[in-house]
T-cell receptor, first 111, second 116 residues
Framework: AQSVTQPDIHITVSEGASLELRCNYSYGATPYLFWYVQSPGQGLQLLLKYFSGDTLVQGIKGFEAEFKRSQSSFNLRKPSVHWSDAAEYFCAVGGYYKLSFGAGTTVTVRA | GAVVSQHPSRVICKSGTSVKIECRSL??????MFWYRQFPKQSLMLMAT?????????EQGVEKDKFLINHASLTLSTLTVTSAHPEDSSFYIC????????????FGPGTRLTVT
């Protein structure tokens, strides 16, 4: 069975500070991993994805994520947060047939 | 590329009526489409998977007679909520993928359903 755990329900970060969102997964084979962002009342926007290859993945909006097989983790990072990064972030594992989402992490950015 | 649209974006209906939500892939052929439901402040829950020309596969606990899914073409899937009740109020999101070799789902913007 596949599953995703996002341990942090809510993170508050100051504008300009760094951000790291944690994601741990359980998957029976080589995982396909995704990070999505959702603004209130909106659909999901793909930030980045990992299928294979380089374990450090660059995405849009200055985000990056690192796949660590030994830790079953795929943490999302951004060196300097902007106020517009305030949103809900979802980690997902799976592939063609079925995606499983984590519970999400709400990011609040304070001035 | 890979744009998915949903219509309507918001709908309000009276209890007991039915409402249809459309999901379209605008620039690719979607062999498989997925329907998710999202409650406030919660994650996405997969409701069903539909393949073009086939019956949808529903997740455990999802009433297939209540949530009718039709995937009649490679660019259109519809979700009909029949005899809607206030507890069906939710945010419904569809996604689409272009085939077995594609491991990425492209998401629509969602539809907010409110049943009064």
């Amino acid at each position: 069975a596949q599953s995703v755990t996002q341990p942090d329900i809510h993170i508050t970060v100051s504008e300009g500070a760094s951000l790291e969102l944690r994601c741990n997964y359980s998957y029976g084979a080589t995982p396909y991993l995704f990070w999505y962002v959702q603004s209130p009342g909106q659909g999901l926007q793909l930030l980045l994805k990992y299928f294979s290859g380089d374990t450090l993945v660059q995405g849009i909006k200055g985000f990056e994520a690192e796949f660590k097989r030994s830790q079953s983790s795929f943490n999302l990072r951004k060196p300097s947060v902007h106020w517009s990064d305030a949103a809900e972030y979802f980690c997902a594992v799976g592939g063609y047939y079925k995606l499983s989402f984590g519970a999400g992490t709400t990011v609040t950015v304070r001035a | 590329g890979a744009v998915v649209s949903q219509h309507p974006s918001r709908v309000i209906c009276k209890s007991g009526t039915s409402v249809k939500i459309e999901c379209r892939s605008l620039d690719f052929q979607a062999t498989t489409m997925f329907w998710y439901r999202q409650f406030p402040k919660q994650s996405l829950m997969l409701m069903a998977t539909s393949n073009e020309g086939s019956k949808a596969t529903y997740e455990q606990g999802v009433e297939k007679d209540k949530f009718l899914i039709n995937h009649a073409s490679l660019t259109l899937s519809t979700l009909t909520v029949t005899s809607a009740h206030p507890e069906d109020s939710s945010f419904y999101i569809c996604s689409a993928t272009s085939g077995p070799s594609s491991y990425e789902q492209y998401f629509g913007p969602g539809t907010r359903l409110t049943v009064t």
